[in-house]
């Protein structure tokens, strides 16, 4: 599943792949019910790939009422949680037999590097669906100590139809991380991929029916946010919405909600994440690797892109020097290629919100210590700018590129301060040697995932998700996340005696 190919295999197997482009609603491939389509680009080469589907409203209605129709008739969720445990881990199975036709797939669509692609996103994706799978025949509810005239149980239940709306820079990962408890709850699910995004969902759908996952269970309507995100969000008949994207796009999911039926909403949005490098950390070399998986990974492209470094004063020449010297092993180039590490960014529009950033630099005069270029294309060189003020445009948003400011502290409290000085809260890192300084960052800094002396999300058993801006409602992954997908309910059974006049509370 890890195994890397060679950058001509990769190539054979694009050349050979049927990319799909119709919605799947009800287990089936249809087009959209006006029968319009719209292009999807391969930002990389800038050529179409394929059209897909441009659902709209009417579209969305017939997929909530597949959706509602399979979970009033319990054809999913009441069957036995171990066969649909089953179900599941033969849906990852499947996953795992077609993954590098899903990694070539995500490349192509996005602009992903295909190492990524087929050493984290597609094995996460499985990995995920997997450990919610395994989750479902290990989860008890719970009695309430109430004493001897009653037996009340605490149960957990379906939410009912769910509605995922996804980002375009984690198409597969972010797909596995809302159905995979969502379907392992019991819910039926009503996707809607970024419409840059849209094809690697498609075929997972297609794995998911071929698995057993039943029709209607599990739908994919693609189209644009206005014509499909916001019916989703205003569908009375769907009970929840998962939703990763822009905090701006986020809180239109609460003015839906507030709109409709109050349904549950869950957002996971952007960040503006710090690496806080204390002058006591001790391998420096690895703070700077570590700095420059952090920005760049993805391109950036990610909400948790560790993408302001605060560091202190007295090392911050050292640290840049060894920042330089990791970004070599950086190349740019054809998506395709295992050998590039740095793809293209998502599309044109997002390019040119990127390269704004870097004019703003410019026009103020900053200082562009690496990278800075962009080519004729929608490649972005991964690119450090310094001496950025807590003020700056660089500092406080989010620009979702390969592009990393500098700011500088003498203090543990200017740091924290520095940290927390954004509306964001998603993620952050900090680097010292010493326990205390540890214990206190990740205290003190606002932000709902703090990795200390490394980079990362976690992984399957750890939740994710933000403070303040960066999100709303719940956690993605981990039984928490298994949680947000269920209402709770209290039965309480009278078993009083009431010939002898008991009372029972
Ligand atoms: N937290 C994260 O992972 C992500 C953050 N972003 C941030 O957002 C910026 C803009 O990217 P976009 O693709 O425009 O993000 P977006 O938030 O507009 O898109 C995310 C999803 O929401 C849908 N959507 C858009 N407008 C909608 C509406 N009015 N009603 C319902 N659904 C709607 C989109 O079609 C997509 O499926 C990026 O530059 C980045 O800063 C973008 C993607 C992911
Ligand atoms: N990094 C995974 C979550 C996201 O970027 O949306």
């Known amino acids: 599943m890890h195994d890397v190919l060679t950058a001509s295999e990769y190539a054979a197997i694009a050349q050979t792949l049927e990319l799909p482009g119709n919605a799947f609603i009800n287990g089936a491939f249809r087009p959209a019910a006006s029968g319009r389509t719209y292009e999807t680009i391969n930002p990389a080469t800038g050529k179409v790939l394929t059209s897909v589907a441009a659902c709209d409203a009417e579209d969305v209605d017939y997929a909530v009422s597949k959706a509602k129709e399979a979970f009033d008739d319990g054809r999913w969720h009441l069957r036995s949680p171990g066969e649909r445990k089953t179900v599941l881990l033969k849906f990852a199975k499947l996953l795992e037999e077609n993954s590098h036709e899903l990694a070539v797939l995500e490349s192509l669509d996005s602009g992903k590097p295909i190492r990524e692609c087929q050493t984290v996103d597609v094995p996460d994706t499985i990995h995920t669906i997997r450990w919610h799978a395994e989750l479902i025949d290990k989860i008890y509810d719970n009695t309430a100590p109430v004493g001897a005239n009653a037996l009340t149980l605490i149960v957990r239940e379906p939410i009912g139809v769910v509605g995922c709306v996804l980002p375009w820079n984690f198409p597969l990962l972010m797909l596995a991380w809302k159905i995979g408890p969502a379907l392992a709850a019991g819910c039926s699910v009503i996707v809607k991929p970024a419409e840059q995004t849209s094809l690697t969902t498609l075929r997972v759908a297609e794995l998911a029916h071929e698995a057993g996952v039943p029709a209607g269970v599990l739908n994919i309507v693609t189209g644009t946010g206005k014509d499909v995100g916001e019916p989703i969000g205003l569908h009375k008949d769907v009970d929840m919405v998962s939703f990763t994207g822009s905090t701006v796009t986020g809180r239109r999911f609460l003015r839906y909600a507030a709109d409709s039926n109050l349904k549950r909403v869950v957002l996971e949005c952007g960040g503006k994440n710090p690496a806080v490098v204390m002058d006591d950390c001790e391998d420096i070399d690895l703070v700077a690797e570590q700095v420059v998986a952090g920005a760049f990974w993805n391109m950036g492209e990610n909400c948790s892109a ?127 040697g010493s326990l205390r300084n540890a214990i206190k960052l990740s205290r003190e800094i606002r932000a709902g995932v703090v990795t200390v002396n490394c980079f990362g999300e976690g992984d399957a058993t750890t939740p994710f998700g933000g403070f303040k801006e960066s999100g709303f409602g719940g956690r993605d992954k981990s039984i928490h996340a298994h949680d947000q997908y269920t209402e709770l309910k209290t039965i309480w059974i009278d078993v009083s005696d009431r010939s002898v006049d008991e009372t029972v509370r």
């Open 306 to 432: 560790t993408s302001r470094l605060i560091v202190h004063a007295s090392i911050k020449d050292e640290l840049l020097t060894r920042v330089g010297a990791y970004l070599r092993d950086w190349k740019m180039g054809d998506p395709l290629d295992p050998e590039n590490r740095v793809g293209s960014l998502v599309s044109r529009e997002h390019f040119e919100k990127v390269k704004s950033y870097l004019d703003h630099a410019a026009k103020e005069k900053l200082s562009v210590v690496f990278g800075g270029q962009t080519d004729k294309s929608i490649f972005v060189e991964p690119t450090v700018i310094d001496g950025v003020d807590r003020n700056s445009r660089l500092f406080q948003e989010e620009i979702f590129g390969p592009i990393l400011s500098v700011t500088t502290f003498t203090t543990l409290s200017e740091a924290i301060a520095l940290a927390n000085d954004t509306p964001y809260g998603l993620a952050a890192s900090v680097y010292t």
